[in-house]
């Protein structure tokens, strides 16, 4: 199931941003993070894709969604300036930000690249 981080839960689950300077991933397994916005379009056609991408990965990938218009210190700690943005982020390394609305073999293969993951 695709979750919505806020802030506070975005530190617990994925990065302390606050405290931290270092990027340090503190996820138990690779996530995927869709910045959008209800009223972009192409965020909407993005989502019944994430949806079923947390389907089929399951207890594989974490996926979850960041409002940028509630979160606006989220998307401004990542320079979100246009939606959707996708940060890919592995479970060590270095995450990777992809803009634009991808289709779902796009998804697949970062899975497979980016978080070492496949179904």
């Known amino acids: 199931m695709v979750e919505h981080l806020t802030a506070e839960t975005f530190k617990e689950k994925v990065f302390d941003y606050a405290n931290n300077k270092e990027w340090s991933f503190s996820g138990d397994k690779p996530c ?3 910045f959008y916005a209800d009223w972009c379009g192409p965020c909407k056609m993005v989502a019944p894709i994430l949806e079923e991408l947390a389907q089929e990965y399951d207890g594989k990938i974490d996926i979850y969604k960041i409002n940028t218009e509630k979160e606006q210190e989220l998307a401004s700690v990542f320079g979100i300036q246009s939606i959707p943005s996708l940060l890919f982020v592995p479970k060590e390394g270095q995450p ?24």
Request: charged share 35%; glycine share 4%.
């Open 96 to 119: 990777q930000m992809a803009a634009g609305a991808l289709p779902k073999d796009s998804f697949e293969k970062a899975f497979k690249d980016v978080l070492n993951v496949e179904k």
């Open 32 to 34: 995927v993070i869709d």
